[in-house]
């Protein structure tokens, strides 16, 4: 058994990280400057896309993305109910109404069918979100988009990595936004980074970010002489600043040799669980590079003889943390009231909603410490099972 409490996403932080903040720090910049120009520049060559803007959060981004394809009061956006609530809070923000088509049983992704049975006069947009690191069907989101003519903002918060038939995810839609909060599989603390595919948007995503003020306000207090600004929009506090960025270049530098760690502990869990009475993450298939973001297993009470908020006591008991992403959206209590959204209308999310669990899957795992994950996971299932 692990001998101290394994903390679940614990991000892996190296030297350079901790270097560049320190100069950062006596630099005497820390707010939005150089070191988050260089990592949207970086971000943006990485994921292979034409625009990026950085903001202080996924949320922000997702916001932001909904505000800068002109979605507001009376419009609807269509998105999952297998998601993070800020998904959907976003929507409401903006004046929107959320309306949620279910996700597939066996990929946790939005369903493309179930898109489409919801799409009204008054739908403007799809927010798919590319669940765990696995890809939504963006062959089939982009059709059902182009045929209605519906925006895409895509919720890439595990996906950094994610490809689907050789294209980055992120760049099919209009908006890609991504999470770099802690848990995540690009760390800046707090942070997130919209990807746009038009200039327009994405110089409009600045803007609103820094409170309305018009273009390049940030420079305001720098070595080019102060500088006057016009608020030309109610904007919002949304900008990241290089103390945050400057985790973020290092990071983006190792993000293939942290996404090889997660995979060979992908693999190990796989080939460990294989024989075991749960349900393992989706097959991977051969047009998806997926990003190993969540190892998510569903533990259902009939076959395991323990419910999975027993195994999840069970798991904290053994000294390992875990997550539960997520419980479907319709199970809370303010979408129940505003919405009148039930969970049953919603079967698949809710049927994995309450039979899901996170094993730790962060590149900061030792050997030791995912040999402890699979001895637990065992040990808790053979004795529910004996
Ligand atoms: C983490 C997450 C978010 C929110 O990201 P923040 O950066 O914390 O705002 C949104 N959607 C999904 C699917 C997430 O996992």
């Avoid at 005497?28 to 970086?42: A, D, I, M, S, Y």
């Avoid at 297993?297 to 904290?316: E, N, P, Q, Y």
Wanted: proline share 4%.
């Amino acid at each position: 058994m692990s001998k101290d409490f394994l903390i679940f996403g614990s991000p892996l932080i190296e030297e350079e990280e901790i270097e560049e903040v320190v100069d950062t720090l006596r630099s005497g910049w820390l707010g939005t400057g150089p070191k988050v120009q260089q990592f949207e520049n970086e971000f943006k060559a990485y994921k292979n896309s034409q625009y990026a803007v950085a903001v202080n959060s996924c949320t922000a981004a997702i916001h932001l993305s909904i505000l800068a394809a002109g979605i507001g009061p009376g419009d609807e956006v269509i998105t999952t109910p297998m998601t993070f609530c800020s998904t959907v809070n976003t929507i409401i923000h903006s004046g929107a109404t959320p309306v949620l088509a279910d996700c597939d049983k066996t990929t946790q992704c939005i369903d493309p069918q179930s898109i489409r049975s919801k799409i009204t006069p008054r739908t403007k947009a799809i927010l798919p979100v590319h669940f765990a690191g696995n890809a939504c069907d963006m062959s089939a989101i982009m059709g059902i988009a182009n045929e209605f003519q519906l925006k895409v903002i895509e919720d890439c918060a595990h996906a950094v990595e994610t490809t689907y038939k050789g294209q980055h995810v992120g760049t099919f839609g209009d908006f890609g936004c991504f999470s770099f909060y802690v848990t995540k599989n690009l760390v800046t603390g707090e942070g997130g980074m919209v990807v746009a595919k038009h200039k327009k948007d994405a110089d409009r995503i600045k803007v609103l970010a820094l409170h309305g003020m018009s273009a390049d306000a940030w420079k305001r207090f720098s070595d080019e002489g102060y500088k006057h600004y016009q608020v030309i929009y109610p904007g919002y506090k949304y900008n990241m600043m290089d103390i945050q960025a400057a985790i973020g270049i290092h990071q983006l530098k190792r993000i293939d040799k942290n996404w090889q760690k997660r995979k060979h502990i992908w693999e190990k869990y796989n080939e460990a669980f294989a024989d075991l009475n749960i349900t393992l993450p989706a097959d991977r298939v051969p047009e998806i590079k997926h990003a190993y973001h969540l190892y998510t297993i569903l533990v259902d009470k009939t076959k395991t003889g323990i419910s999975r908020d027993g195994f999840l006591k069970a798991m904290t008991a053994e000294n390992i943390g875990i997550g539960v992403h997520y419980r479907s959206i319709p199970t809370h209590r303010y979408y129940q009231e505003a919405f009148n959204w039930k969970p049953e209308d919603y079967p698949n999310s809710f049927y994995i909603g309450e039979r899901t669990v996170s094993l730790p899957l962060s590149a900061k795992l030792t050997d030791d410490d995912v040999n402890n994950v699979i001895n637990a996971v065992k040990k808790i299932l053979s004795r529910s099972t004996s």
